[in-house]
Nanobody
């Protein structure tokens, strides 16, 4: 059974930084696209950033220039480094990943990020 285990959420003041980590388990061949989505007060889940196995990234305009996404294929891990955080970045952040050669994606349990002004 595939599982995505997240860590690194928390509470920071505006302008601060957080680093979110996610490790995937249960996929013998590893993962294709891995990334992060978030749910804010509207409860709509939106893309933050994704990274492919080859390192190609997609970054939401709302966080571009403030977030960096990287991955370690050997560890099945994806890391989201968030700098210069703003109150509007507050939300639950979910790891998202496709096991290799699979069209069904999985979600992590979510980690809370709170940015105070």
């Amino acid at each position: 059974q595939v599982q995505l285990v997240e860590s690194g959420g928390g509470m920071v003041q505006a302008g601060g930084s957080l680093r979110l980590s996610c490790t995937g388990y249960g996929s013998d061949l590893g993962f294709d696209d891995m990334g992060w989505y978030r749910e804010g007060p509207t409860k709509q889940r939106e893309l933050v950033a994704t990274v492919g196995r080859g390192g190609q990234t997609t970054i939401a305009d709302s966080v571009k220039g403030r977030c960096t996404i990287t991955r370690d294929n050997a560890k099945n891990a994806v890391i989201l480094q968030m700098d210069n955080l703003k109150p509007e970045d507050t939300g639950v952040y979910y790891c998202h990943a496709y096991p290799r050669y699979d069209n069904w994606a999985f979600w992590g349990q979510g980690t809370q990020v709170t940015v105070s002004s």
